[in-house]
């Protein structure tokens, strides 16, 4: 039975204007009724919860606990519903709708864009929205219906329930570094142990690929103790170009300058382990016409 069958589901959309705007009279405005309205329409919910929702501070009002709680979940109901409608607008035509898509900087730059481009030239009304985001946001926006389909480094440590996951490339990672920091013999492999007593420059805890590298660390009886961390893998390849350490990177982002050789790639002993890239969809949220057409593309072998 349900706890509050009387309530209007209309006031929820009131709610989560104001929760949003955290203005009763934007959120008026954004309905197109009164602010008069807005406060009658809270109060009765408040009274039908019977909880507080908002609190002042001064001349700005706030979410009470109860009032973030409630608004996390709204959120993510109104975010599902807005995507089945788009999911609908998108069934009657190709010549509208919006996929919305997930990826870091680097899967978009070097793995996404020739896709990018031959969706568009396939279906050119069709608005792709990329979300740049580190893989383990593009995750749990994913799980909460902010977007379609996210293309991620995979962490073989955390746990995809709930979502599709299908493979989609691999990334090689290599330690890059200018002659400051490579041995004399500039052919000769260096040890993880040795290159642990170097500066290095890596990407920040949050991210999937920091995680990689500090489970091969491990493997390896030792620990990841960056002297550097940044949240971009062109910020890093400049740092080792200012001979500010040895960085940690995707290969295809170092390419051009191990080609002009402006840096070198540090041959190690060990065996670096390759990220796998992959492509996320909820399972609890059906795609849509648009979405789908651009997973063939994802999924299409390149020529």
Request: with cysteine; hydrophobic share 40%; proline share 4%.
């Amino acid at each position: 039975m349900a706890l509050y069958p009387n309530i209007n589901f209309e006031l929820y959309k009131f709610f989560y204007f104001a929760a949003d705007e955290l203005n009763f009279s934007k959120a008026a405005q954004n309905l197109h009724v009164t602010q008069s309205a807005v406060s009658q329409a809270i109060k009765s919910l408040e009274s039908q919860l019977e909880v507080t929702l908002f609190f002042r501070q001064g001349r700005n009002i706030r979410l009470t606990f109860e009032g973030e709680v409630l608004f996390k979940h709204v959120e993510k109901a109104f975010n599902f519903i807005r995507s089945a409608e788009n999911s609908l607008n998108s069934i009657k035509s190709l010549d509208e709708g919006t996929v919305f898509i997930g990826a870091s900087d680097t899967i978009t730059r070097y793995l996404l864009l020739s896709k990018i481009k031959g969706f568009n030239a396939l279906y050119p009304k069709v608005k792709l929205s990329i979300n740049n985001r580190p893989s383990p946001r593009s995750v749990e926006r994913l799980k909460n219906g902010e977007i379609d389909i996210a293309i991620i480094n995979l962490n073989p440590n955390v746990d995809y329930s709930g979502l599709d996951v299908t493979p989609f490339s691999t990334i090689d990672n290599i330690f890059i570094a200018t002659d400051t920091y490579l041995p004399l013999k500039p052919f000769s492999k260096l040890s993880l142990k040795e290159i642990s007593t170097l500066p290095l420059i890596c990407l920040e805890e949050k991210s999937t690929t920091r995680k990689i590298l500090e489970e091969f660390y491990k493997a390896n009886h030792l620990n990841v103790q960056p002297s550097f961390e940044f949240g971009s893998l062109e910020v890093i390849l400049e740092a080792v170009k200012s001979n500010m350490g040895i960085g940690f990177v995707s290969k295809n982002v170092a390419e051009q300058d191990l080609i002009t050789e402006k840096i070198k790639e540090v041959q190690i002993k060990e065996e670096i382990p390759k990220i796998n890239v992959g492509i996320l969809t909820n399972k609890s949220k059906p795609l849509s016409l648009a979405t789908q057409k651009f997973l063939n593309i994802l999924l299409e072998e390149e020529s």
